[in-house]
């Protein structure tokens, strides 16, 4: 009786651990549609480029990017020089640019 206990407790914590873990991937991800909108839709981007954790995009009018909601987004940092800016993202830089060379 006791071991039937411990089962059920036991399968109770996996499927638990697996909803948490299901909820944080979701969270940590970066929302590449807002972030194309932020960046002033996706005819405002002329070109693009990664190094590292960092994305690099060249915009037709630098005006039109909401850097504030892009820092909000999950950026840790953006550097505007002339019409591109520089952001750090981290790992998702580069699926970044893949998504953006498919939706162009």
């Known amino acids: 009786m006791n071991y039937v206990e411990y ?3 036991a399968a109770i914590m996996v499927v638990i651990l697996f909803a948490v873990i299901k909820a944080t991937k979701k969270d940590a991800g970066l929302d590449f549609n807002k972030l194309v909108e932020l960046l ?3 005819d405002n981007i002329i070109s693009t480029e990664t ?4 994305f690099k995009v060249t915009l037709k009018d630098v ?5 504030e909601g892009i820092q909000k987004l999950g950026a840790k ?3 505007e020089i002339d019409n591109q800016l520089k952001i750090i993202l981290g790992s998702e830089s580069k699926q970044l640019k893949k998504y953006i060379d498919e939706i162009k």
Do not use: E, T
């Not at 190094?51 to 960092?54: V, Y």
């Not at 005006?63 to 850097?67: D, G, M, T, Y």
């Open 7 to 9: 089962i059920i407790i």
């Open 40 to 42: 002033g839709g996706k």
């Open 51 to 54: 190094n590292m954790s960092r």
């Open 63 to 67: 005006s039109k990017a909401n850097k």
């Open 77 to 79: 940092g953006i550097v």
